[in-house]
C-alpha cells in the first residue's frame, strides 16, 4: 500500500512531456510490418527463445516422469 | 479517462498486487502469477507511454516481445515447479529451500 501511494505521488508530480497526437486509425498492419523489416533479428531470436524454452520445458518435465535413470 | 495518469494508475495497481502477491504468497503457482501480474504491469506502461509521448509504434512492439518471454517463462518455471513436486512432495516455496543434489 505504501508502495503504491509513493508510485502515485510520483506520477502525480511528475511532469511527463506528452503529445497530443490522434490515435492511428489502425496498428495491426504497421506492427506487422515492423515486426517483419526493423525488428527482425528480435523476432528470429523470440522464436529461438521460445523454441529452447519449449524444448528445455519438455525435457525437465519428462525426465522427472520417466525412469530415475537420469 | 483519455490521460497518461489513468493508464499509469493502472499500471501500479497492477505492479503493487503482484509484487504482494509475489512476496506473500507460499503457493509457487501463486509467486508465479505474481510474476506475470508485474509484468503485465510494465506491458501496461510500455502501451501507455508509446501511445502518449511519442508517434511510433516501438513500444507495442516491445510488449510483444514482452509478452513472448513470459510464455517462456511460465513454460519453463512451471516445468521446474513440477519437478520440485515431484521431488520434494510439495509446491511451498518455503519448504522447497534444500539445495542437496
Same mark, same amino acid.
Given at each position: =500500500?505504501?508502495?503504491?501511494? *509513493?508510485? /502515485?505521488?510520483? =506520477? !502525480?508530480?511528475?511532469?511527463?512531456?506528452?503529445?497530443?497526437?490522434? +490515435? +492511428?486509425? @489502425?496498428? %495491426? &498492419?504497421?506492427? /506487422?510490418?515492423?515486426l517483419l523489416?526493423?525488428w527482425l533479428l528480435p523476432f528470429e531470436v523470440a522464436s529461438i527463445l521460445l523454441l529452447a524454452a519449449l524444448v528445455g520445458a519438455a525435457m525437465l518435465a519428462?525426465?522427472?516422469?520417466?525412469?530415475? @535413470?537420469? | $479517462? &483519455?490521460?497518461? @495518469?489513468?493508464?499509469?494508475? %493502472?499500471?501500479?495497481?497492477?505492479?503493487?498486487? /503482484?509484487?504482494?502477491? #509475489? *512476496?506473500?504468497?507460499? !503457493?509457487?503457482?501463486?509467486?508465479? $502469477?505474481?510474476?506475470e501480474?508485474?509484468l503485465?504491469?510494465?506491458? *501496461? &506502461?510500455?502501451?501507455?507511454?508509446?501511445?502518449?509521448?511519442?508517434?511510433?509504434?516501438? /513500444?507495442?512492439i516491445f510488449a510483444i516481445f514482452v509478452i513472448i518471454m513470459a510464455a517462456a517463462e511460465a513454460a519453463v518455471a512451471l516445468a *521446474? %515447479?513440477?519437478?520440485?513436486? &515431484? !521431488?520434494?512432495?510439495? #509446491?511451498? #516455496?518455503? @519448504?522447497?529451500?534444500?539445495?542437496?543434489?
Amino acid at each position: =500500500m505504501g508502495l503504491l501511494l *509513493i508510485i /502515485g505521488y510520483v =506520477m !502525480n508530480t511528475s511532469q511527463w512531456n506528452t503529445v497530443t497526437s490522434a +490515435p +492511428p486509425a @489502425e496498428t %495491426v &498492419n504497421t506492427i /506487422g510490418e515492423l515486426l517483419l523489416t526493423r525488428w527482425l533479428l528480435p523476432f528470429e531470436v523470440a522464436s529461438i527463445l521460445l523454441l529452447a524454452a519449449l524444448v528445455g520445458a519438455a525435457m525437465l518435465a519428462r525426465r522427472s516422469r520417466g525412469g530415475e @535413470e537420469a | $479517462m &483519455n490521460h497518461l @495518469e489513468v493508464y499509469l494508475l %493502472v499500471g501500479a495497481v497492477l505492479f503493487v498486487l /503482484g509484487l504482494f502477491a #509475489v *512476496i506473500t504468497r507460499k !503457493n509457487a503457482i501463486a509467486v508465479l $502469477m505474481g510474476v506475470e501480474l508485474i509484468l503485465n504491469a510494465a506491458n *501496461i &506502461n510500455f502501451v501507455a507511454f508509446s501511445r502518449f509521448s511519442s508517434t511510433s509504434l516501438d /513500444g507495442h512492439i516491445f510488449a510483444i516481445f514482452v509478452i513472448i518471454m513470459a510464455a517462456a517463462e511460465a513454460a519453463v518455471a512451471l516445468a *521446474i %515447479v513440477l519437478n520440485i513436486y &515431484n !521431488n520434494l512432495k510439495t #509446491v511451498n #516455496v518455503d @519448504e522447497a529451500s534444500s539445495l542437496r543434489g
